[in-house]
């Protein structure tokens, strides 16, 4: 069966890629998902992914299929480097930045690029700058502080489409680091998904909201706990993650006023942080992701007829 677009959206991952048929009236006409993320590819492999998934995608005028990209494809270890904007700056001109690694009498495909922060200590993003831009598209006049929870989670001022400053925490990456490699993992042997783990994330989320500073040394009570006092697997998990988590938005408590912060990412993630905002006293709502990354391809291409992409 054949399908008639208007045109491809594509949310290229590090683990995985999601393509969206997209119909001349902004309606989806198919998803496609596969296992083919960056992080297993080697340049020469992505034309034929993506000629892959396309198979049987046509245009309903009959031309190149247009392919719209945002994510670590234009990383510069993946397809084409998609150089980076600097923030300031605002996202509608993302597309200004686009490189074309792919164009012929099939296919047509444009990476967005990324955004870097230099004043202030260097950072970068890649995929959440497109996020950024679907939540403007989708809450126009919204400007605050955005919480993107994942493995390095992203804070982020917007007003508007405009990105004023963010900032990265390796949360999600330190917690499977110390809960694999480091002398913590030995109060991890059993099932850590258990009943204690709510009650481990609680007390842990406290720890790290009233002292975020002393983290190095708290991370230690996950080792003692267990040895002392008979924490199990499933309370110890959840102390970690919390304390994690709760240091991270701790360390951002300058940032966040009464403004309810919009959270997008995992629901189960998402859930955590709405949860520690709430105890830090502040107030956090987790957003449709897939909703949030198509808002973002969307308003991205608007500007097609007024940007030209890079070759």
Same mark, same amino acid.
């Given at each position: 069966?054949?399908?008639?677009?208007?045109?491809?959206?594509?949310?290229?991952?590090?683990?995985?890629?999601?393509?969206?048929?997209?119909?001349?009236?902004?309606?989806?006409?198919?998803?496609?998902?596969?296992?083919?993320?960056?992080?297993?590819?080697?340049?020469?492999?992505?034309?034929?992914?993506?000629?892959?998934?396309?198979?049987?995608?046509?245009?309903?005028?009959?031309?190149?299929?247009?392919?719209?990209?945002?994510?670590?494809?234009?990383?510069? $270890?993946?397809?084409?480097?998609?150089?980076?904007?600097?923030?300031?700056? %605002?996202?509608?001109?993302?597309?200004?930045?686009?490189?074309?690694?792919?164009?012929?009498?099939?296919?047509?495909?444009?990476?967005?690029?990324?955004?870097?922060?230099?004043?202030?200590? %260097?950072?970068?993003?890649?995929?959440?700058?497109? $996020?950024?831009?679907?939540?403007?598209?989708?809450?126009?006049?919204?400007?605050?502080?955005?919480?993107?929870?994942?493995?390095?989670?992203?804070?982020?001022?917007?007003?508007?489409?405009?990105?004023?400053?963010?900032?990265?925490?390796?949360?999600?990456?330190?917690?499977?680091?110390?809960?694999?490699?480091?002398?913590?993992?030995?109060?991890?042997?059993? %099932?850590?998904?258990?009943?204690?783990?709510?009650?481990?994330?609680?007390?842990?989320?406290?720890?790290?909201?009233?002292?975020?500073?002393?983290?190095?040394?708290?991370?230690?009570?996950?080792?003692?706990?267990?040895?002392?006092?008979?924490?199990?697997?499933?309370?110890?998990?959840?102390?970690?993650?919390?304390?994690?988590?709760?240091?991270?938005?701790?360390?951002?408590?300058?940032?966040?006023?009464?403004?309810?912060?919009?959270?997008?990412?995992?629901?189960?993630?998402?859930?955590?942080?709405? $949860?520690?905002?709430?105890?830090?006293?502040?107030?956090?709502?987790? $957003? %449709?992701?897939?909703?949030?990354?198509?808002?973002?391809?969307?308003?991205?291409?608007?500007?097609?007829?007024?940007?030209?992409?890079?070759?």
């Amino acid at each position: 069966m054949t399908d008639i677009v208007d045109w491809v959206a594509v949310d290229w991952g590090t683990s995985n890629l999601r393509a969206w048929g997209i119909a001349a009236d902004g309606s989806v006409v198919f998803e496609k998902v596969s296992p083919s993320g960056m992080g297993k590819l080697a340049r020469e492999d992505y034309p034929g992914v993506l000629t892959g998934l396309l198979e049987d995608v046509q245009t309903a005028h009959g031309g190149p299929i247009q392919v719209l990209i945002c994510g670590m494809a234009g990383a510069r $270890q993946g397809w084409l480097e998609a150089p980076y904007l600097e923030a300031p700056t %605002d996202l509608r001109s993302l597309l200004a930045g686009a490189v074309q690694p792919m164009a012929d009498n099939r296919i047509i495909a444009s990476i967005l690029p990324g955004v870097c922060q230099k004043a202030g200590g %260097d950072n970068v993003m890649r995929g959440e700058e497109t $996020q950024l831009l679907g939540l403007a598209a989708l809450h126009p006049g919204f400007s605050g502080i955005v919480c993107m929870p994942g493995t390095h989670s992203k804070w982020a001022k917007l007003s508007g489409s405009r990105i004023e400053h963010f900032s990265t925490a390796m949360t999600g990456e330190v917690f499977e680091v110390l809960r694999t490699h480091s002398v913590l993992r030995h109060s991890f042997n059993g %099932d850590i998904d258990g009943p204690g783990r709510a009650d481990g994330f609680a007390a842990g989320a406290a720890a790290g909201l009233d002292h975020p500073e002393q983290l190095l040394g708290t991370l230690f009570q996950v080792r003692a706990g267990s040895l002392l006092s008979g924490r199990q697997p499933d309370w110890c998990a959840g102390y970690l993650s919390g304390l994690l988590i709760g240091t991270e938005v701790g360390a951002n408590r300058h940032l966040i006023g009464a403004q309810d912060v919009p959270l997008i990412g995992s629901p189960t993630l998402c859930a955590l942080y709405a $949860q520690v905002l709430t105890l830090a006293g502040a107030s956090g709502t987790p $957003q %449709d992701a897939t909703a949030i990354v198509l808002a973002g391809l969307k308003a991205a291409r608007n500007f097609t007829n007024e940007l030209e992409p890079r070759r």
